[in-house]
């Protein structure tokens, strides 16, 4: 029938999307992965923008974006989480607008701000009482526990609360008494993390356990008051506890024969954290007989036990899909050689600053644990080898002084999949040479390195959807290695040139850009200040230079 009516003139022919339906085209738009995608396709016909503004979830709202609010809340009425965490000023205002709008809401981040004040709060919670996550995180809550009294009546229905950091006032306390009153409102409560409120107790954790049936995570570093004895009742009164992280614990505060017998009454812990706390073998020995499904494992900056602690719990956990053992700096080669072929489930680990380990390690990784996706390997000692082709999206090795550039390349040829690279600040890859395609690489972070126009130039033209660019401080760069950059780079939407200082900074070579590449949203300029003129600039393009 199409083909007649073109055929007679009579009707023009249809774009090839439009014979799509649109409940086909809202799956594959939700499955994009970020809101500038969304932005892109949004431009291309009034169905794709009416679909991206229905399939948009998630907005953070900034000074810039503000006055614009409520044109937003209206264009995205599918909106499940908002975001103030940038926003600096009175958010009562913000909050205000928002309970305005009959939106899905669930999320709500107000972390940051320097005082709250209840009235738009109140009223948010009277629109959205249905509201799962509240962040709170680095807020004055001058009320101290008064405001968790409100908070609790105004979003009975919360299954997640972060009050963490918070701003140091004198005449308001987070203490137990508040947290007693908080849980024994909120019995939906799932997820809390009580970090830095030095006032709070093992009273809390107890109270915790007892009026939440479904607490399945609690996190409190930073409490000097909370001791291994209340992490072990915690532990033993709430055995569906998912997730535990005791963090910065003193040796005189964990050391309780209490909280090593817990483990056995543990059944649901996926992810333990015991980073920068004094721990011993016996602890994680107790960890290793227990029946748990252990998934996470962080020792970042841990101090007290040894290897055989580890290798213990690789023995009998070899689900654990997540391991942080930044600075654990008896680790070495052979070491992690015994525990590699354990490490069957792994998808990230990061080694950091564990200075004996080589490119032996790296490739030990890559070979022997097959759904390995992220390595984060800064200020160890890698080297140069061979290695076969693995799965990984993302690999930091920044800062590892005797990393070469060969080293590098013979890495990422056996990474044909990486999406993220980050190579700050290493200091010996003249000889970097990449003659393979990277054609999933999305992010480069190249702080700090001595990269020429020439091995710039050719390394992104290896990258042909990179979209973020990192040269701060690129010294041997000029502006016309960058010319050739943002000429190759078809995707490209942000790049960072501060400190580049033989790249030019000035308003006409920044329109250039802009006009050459239309997909950039953010580029900071070589200067780092931006003078009102060039703000001005940035404002009439809809950019970003922070």
Request: glycine share 6%; aromatic share 6%.
């Amino acid at each position: 029938m199409a083909a007649r009516n073109r055929k007679k003139g009579t009707v023009a022919e249809q774009p090839p999307w439009e014979e799509l339906p649109a409940l086909c085209w809202e799956a594959v738009l939700r499955r994009l992965n970020s809101v500038e995608d969304l932005e892109s396709v949004s431009s291309v016909c009034k169905q794709f923008l009416h679909i991206s503004n229905t399939s948009r979830t998630c907005l953070s709202i900034t000074n810039r974006s503000a006055p614009h609010l409520g044109s937003l809340l209206r264009r995205f009425s599918s909106l499940k989480s908002i975001d103030l965490r940038s926003f600096r000023g009175n958010p009562s205002s913000v909050l205000l607008e928002i309970a305005r709008f009959p939106l899905p809401l669930d999320r709500l981040n107000l972390s940051n701000q320097e005082s709250l004040r209840f009235d738009g709060l109140r009223e948010v919670g009277s629109k959205f009482g249905a509201l799962r996550v509240l962040v709170l995180s680095n807020v004055g809550l001058r009320g101290g526990n008064a405001d968790l009294v409100s908070i609790a009546e105004s979003f009975p229905s919360l299954e997640e609360l972060d009050i963490s950091c918070p701003r140091r006032d004198r005449s308001a306390r987070v203490t137990d008494d508040g947290i007693s009153a908080l849980s024994g409102t909120l019995k939906r409560l799932s997820r809390i993390d009580v970090s830095g409120n030095r006032f709070l107790s093992d009273q809390s954790l107890v109270v915790l356990s007892v009026n939440c049936p479904y607490l399945r995570a609690v996190e409190f570093r930073g409490c000097e008051l909370i001791t291994g004895r209340g992490a072990a009742s915690l532990i033993k009164n709430t055995p569906q506890l998912a997730s535990l992280a005791l963090i910065g614990m003193k040796e005189e505060v964990i050391f309780f024969e209490e909280l090593v017998d817990s483990f056995r009454h543990a059944r649901g812990l996926t992810s333990l954290d015991f980073s920068s706390s004094f721990i011993w073998d016996g602890l994680l020995m107790s960890v290793a007989e227990a029946n748990i499904p252990l998934k996470s494992l962080l020792l970042s900056c841990t101090l007290g036990f040894s290897f055989d602690g580890i290798q213990k719990i690789m023995l009998k956990h070899r689900g654990i899909k997540h391991l942080n053992f930044v600075a654990v700096d008896f680790l070495t080669d052979r070491d992690m050689s015994m525990i590699c072929k354990d490490l069957c489930s792994l998808t990230y680990i990061n080694i950091s600053h564990c200075s004996n380990l080589t490119m032996t390690t790296l490739y030990n990784l890559m070979r022997q644990c097959p759904f390995l996706m992220a390595i984060t390997m800064e200020t160890t000692n890698l080297g140069k080898d061979n290695a076969n082709e693995t799965d990984i999206v993302y690999l930091d090795v920044s800062d590892c002084l005797k990393i070469t550039g060969n080293g590098i390349s013979g890495v990422l040829k056996s990474c044909p999949k990486i999406r993220y690279l980050e190579i700050r600040g290493l200091k010996n890859i003249r000889n970097l040479c990449i003659d393979f395609e990277l054609p999933q690489l999305e992010v480069l972070e190249a702080n700090d390195l001595k990269l020429n126009n020439e091995q710039l130039t050719a390394f992104i033209s290896r990258c042909r959807h990179l979209k973020n660019l990192d040269l701060v401080h690129c010294v041997h760069l000029s502006t016309e290695g960058v010319e050739k950059v943002v000429k190759n780079c078809n995707e490209l939407r942000e790049i960072n040139l501060r400190d580049c200082h033989n790249v030019r900074d000035d308003i006409p070579f920044l329109d250039w850009m802009v006009s050459v590449r239309p997909s950039l949203r953010r580029i900071v300029p070589s200067c780092g200040l931006v003078s009102s003129e060039m703000q001005d600039f940035f404002l009439q393009r809809g950019l970003s230079y922070q």
